[in-house]
């Protein structure tokens, strides 16, 4: 890196974007830290009462860093009232700046960047293993996804903040991203237990450095099972599922040279059991059956619904 380009990188650390973005009442992220920067949602205004709903808010590309960075660490944080989890992503082809209820198209195109749980004041705090980084290219869009479950009465706005920890972009890091398979296949009557589970024959070589299961309040147990080639089901992951987890779930973490090494071939499985004591059905997505892990080396997210693994990729 040049002592020009340094000089300028040394200038906006701790700077935060500059956006002037306003915050919202009683949302108070703290402000970033010498070598963080930070990225605000827009304000999400008039969250209906009984509202769920997943929204993705581009940015303006003015907004954007001006210059490439590794993240190293990341805070996600977002306002209490009915949040559920938020993320930062980068985009990969530039679209119009607004706030919509996502669909497909916002995920195909995305990379991951950080995430934020709801429901901690604290914010989540992601401590990516030494050697391994996430990079955001300069002056590239960036989208905040923000999920809402308003269980209150009354509407409500909601805001999220991410403080990342960046570095000059290095060779010395490996680039990790995120993969996920998920069973949609959920019908859950009132009153009733219920179960899915969905598999995925993975078509790349994956080293994860963080494993682990997402269901939401009604889930009771989750299990990931990872079958070798050719081997029996080996179940790596065998949790009594618990509320707080919908936020916060257990996850297995490994150090770079210690990585969970999945090979093309190997398949890679969840297994979800729910008890739904409401007094409505449940249908995907208000439960969800997902195992997520963040590997290395990749540039790209990779999203396997169904067993199907994304075409293209």
Same mark, same amino acid.
């Given at each position: 890196m040049s002592r020009l380009a340094w000089m300028s990188f040394s200038l906006l650390i701790g700077c935060g974007t500059d956006s002037g973005q306003e915050l919202l009442a009683g949302f108070s992220p703290p402000a970033p830290t010498a070598g963080q920067i930070q990225i605000l949602s827009p304000i999400v205004h008039n969250i209906k009462a009984g509202q769920d709903i997943t929204l993705c808010s581009y940015l303006p590309v003015s907004?954007?860093?001006?210059?490439?960075?590794?993240?190293?660490?990341?805070?996600? @944080?977002?306002? @209490?009232?009915?949040? /559920? /989890? &938020?993320?930062?992503? @980068?985009? =990969?082809? =530039?679209?119009?700046?607004?706030? /919509? =209820?996502?669909?497909?198209?916002?995920?195909?195109?995305?990379? $991951? *960047?950080?995430?934020?749980?709801?429901?901690?004041?604290?914010?989540v705090v992601d401590k990516i293993p030494e050697g391994i980084a996430y990079r955001v290219d300069a002056h590239r869009q960036l989208m905040i996804q923000t999920h809402w479950i308003n269980a209150t009465d009354k509407p409500v706005d909601g805001q999220a903040a991410y403080n990342l920890t960046v570095t000059p972009p290095s060779d010395a890091h490996q680039l990790a991203q995120l993969f996920t398979w998920t069973s949609t296949n959920i019908t859950l009557p009132a009153g009733q237990t219920g179960h899915t589970s969905t598999s995925c024959t993975v078509q790349r070589d994956m080293a994860f450095f963080r494993l682990g299961g997402h269901a939401h309040e009604h889930g009771t147990h989750v299990s990931m099972t990872w079958t070798k080639a050719g081997a029996a089901d080996n179940m790596f992951y065998d949790e009594a599922w618990q509320r707080s987890y919908t936020f916060a779930p257990p996850t297995l973490n490994?150090?770079?040279?210690?990585?969970?090494?999945? /090979?093309?071939?190997?398949?890679?499985?969840?297994?979800?059991?729910?008890?739904?004591?409401? &007094? &409505?059905?449940?249908?995907?997505? *208000?439960? @969800?059956?997902?195992?997520?892990?963040? $590997?290395?080396?990749?540039?790209?997210?990779?999203?396997?619904?169904?067993?199907?693994?994304?075409?293209?990729?």
């Amino acid at each position: 890196m040049s002592r020009l380009a340094w000089m300028s990188f040394s200038l906006l650390i701790g700077c935060g974007t500059d956006s002037g973005q306003e915050l919202l009442a009683g949302f108070s992220p703290p402000a970033p830290t010498a070598g963080q920067i930070q990225i605000l949602s827009p304000i999400v205004h008039n969250i209906k009462a009984g509202q769920d709903i997943t929204l993705c808010s581009y940015l303006p590309v003015s907004e954007a860093l001006d210059q490439t960075y590794d993240i190293t660490a990341s805070t996600g @944080m977002q306002s @209490m009232v009915a949040s /559920h /989890h &938020s993320v930062l992503y @980068m985009v =990969e082809t =530039e679209r119009p700046v607004d706030t /919509h =209820e996502c669909n497909d198209d916002d995920m195909v195109n995305s990379r $991951y *960047l950080a995430g934020a749980g709801g429901g901690d004041a604290g914010g989540v705090v992601d401590k990516i293993p030494e050697g391994i980084a996430y990079r955001v290219d300069a002056h590239r869009q960036l989208m905040i996804q923000t999920h809402w479950i308003n269980a209150t009465d009354k509407p409500v706005d909601g805001q999220a903040a991410y403080n990342l920890t960046v570095t000059p972009p290095s060779d010395a890091h490996q680039l990790a991203q995120l993969f996920t398979w998920t069973s949609t296949n959920i019908t859950l009557p009132a009153g009733q237990t219920g179960h899915t589970s969905t598999s995925c024959t993975v078509q790349r070589d994956m080293a994860f450095f963080r494993l682990g299961g997402h269901a939401h309040e009604h889930g009771t147990h989750v299990s990931m099972t990872w079958t070798k080639a050719g081997a029996a089901d080996n179940m790596f992951y065998d949790e009594a599922w618990q509320r707080s987890y919908t936020f916060a779930p257990p996850t297995l973490n490994y150090e770079r040279d210690q990585a969970m090494v999945v /090979h093309a071939g190997d398949t890679l499985g969840i297994s979800c059991d729910y008890n739904n004591d409401s &007094s &409505s059905d449940i249908i995907f997505p *208000l439960e @969800m059956c997902t195992g997520f892990g963040f $590997y290395f080396p990749g540039t790209a997210q990779f999203d396997c619904t169904d067993g199907q693994w994304p075409s293209g990729l």
